[in-house]
């Protein structure tokens, strides 16, 4: 089975909140791409950020001789999120969990973790006819992956968990719309990415997949992990790192909800569920199905908090009189991205173009 680095599981407390990012960089029989991520120059860092200082790093090779360019990003400060699974599915890309209690009636959304994924990526890099592990010669299916996580450097993040009383219904929309937050700045290791490891994954029979993994970290501090709902803009619990000097205050109230006034449509979104090809079969309209008529729809859709799709509208439809537009729109709502936040509010109101290509398979 394919995987990216296991995350072992583990947390203390967060008196000292110093964490490590690891990034994993899988590019089979290559070099890592010499292409790097745009890096904000100000501000709070986001998830491209922190791949781009990743891949700054494993292009300029620093050693002895040469300085380490992420030195610019000591003391930075980073927002990320990630959605939570179900407990028990089988998905290393993510380390927070919830589960459902029937007989009370409550929801648990659950942290028990030492590594914090930030972002996932597997790309095909190709096929070549190759000798697996076993010495038998195969067809090999080359893959490139990128992972970013963060890792601790100390046990010194105490485990997180809520349980909020919840029907089935609320449990259901619950499950589907909490995510967790993480907020914090870079710390100073020497540099912003201590070092890096390889791991060549070879294939075998029953698998032929190889992947060449390399694994690079960047020592960080932790100030707050928290669950937010974002269909309320509640917290529903956090842990945070005290300042030694500063004295308690109680923060200003926030809104729930951010409303953009002017919408920005986003190029690059990071879906949580698009529809699957069972899905485009079962809303196929059926006058086109039955003629063997093939279409293509692009839509643009409303971002809600929660990162669901509203207020579509159709902005091209081929061929136009096969109702694949009416189709399209039906669909939208098996649509998800992850959700959008600033300074930890939900932000509501951007817009996304979606493209939806109308098959029918071939006999």
């Known amino acids: 089975m394919r995987a990216a680095a296991a995350i072992a599981l583990a947390f203390g407390t967060i008196l000292a909140g110093q964490l490590a990012i690891a990034a994993t960089h899988n590019s089979p029989r290559r070099h890592p791409s010499s292409a790097t991520t745009p890096i904000a120059a100000t501000g709070t860092l986001g998830t491209p950020d922190l791949i ?7 292009k300029s090779h620093p050693d002895a001789f040469h300085s380490d360019p992420t030195e610019r990003f000591v003391g930075r400060h980073f927002h990320i999120t990630q959605y939570v699974k179900e407990q ?43 000798r697996n592990a076993f010495g038998v010669s195969v067809r090999i299916h080359a893959y490139r992956d990128v992972e970013v996580v963060l890792k601790p450097a100390q046990a010194d993040i105490q485990a997180l968990s809520v349980t909020v009383p919840a029907d089935p219904n609320e449990g259901l929309i619950l499950s589907n719309i909490v995510y967790l937050a993480i907020d914090g700045s870079i710390a100073d290791s020497g540099g912003s990415v201590e070092g890096c490891d390889t791991n060549d994954d070879k294939a075998t029979i029953d698998d032929p997949v190889e992947e060449v993994t390399t694994t690079c970290s960047i020592a960080v501090n932790i100030d707050r992990v928290a669950f937010v709902d974002p269909g309320t803009g509640q917290v529903l619990k956090e842990l945070t790192r005290p300042s030694p000097s500063a004295p308690e205050v109680t923060p200003a109230p926030q809104p729930s909800v951010i409303s953009q006034s002017v919408p920005i449509v986003i190029s690059q979104p990071d879906w949580l569920h698009r529809p699957s090809g069972d899905d485009i079969a079962t809303y196929y309209p059926e006058r086109a199905s039955r003629m063997g008529v093939s279409g293509y729809v692009t839509m643009r859709c409303t971002i809600t908090a929660a990162g669901t ?55």
């Open 88 to 130: 028990g599915a089988n998905d290393e890309r993510v380390d927070s969990t919830w589960s459902y209690d029937k007989v009370n009636r409550e929801i648990t959304f659950s942290l028990y973790s030492s590594s914090l994924h930030v972002m996932f990526n597997s790309q095909p890099a190709g096929t070549y006819t190759g």
């Open 309 to 363: 799709v509203t207020a579509c509208e159709i902005t091209a439809e081929s061929p136009p009189d096969q109702e694949f537009g009416s189709a399209a729109l039906r669909l939208a709502r098996l649509f998800k991205m992850a959700p959008m936040t600033s300074d930890g509010v939900p932000v509501a109101g951007n817009q996304v173009i979606i493209p939806i290509g109308f098959q029918l398979p071939r006999d």
């Open 52 to 58: 781009g200082i990743t891949q700054l790093f494993l």
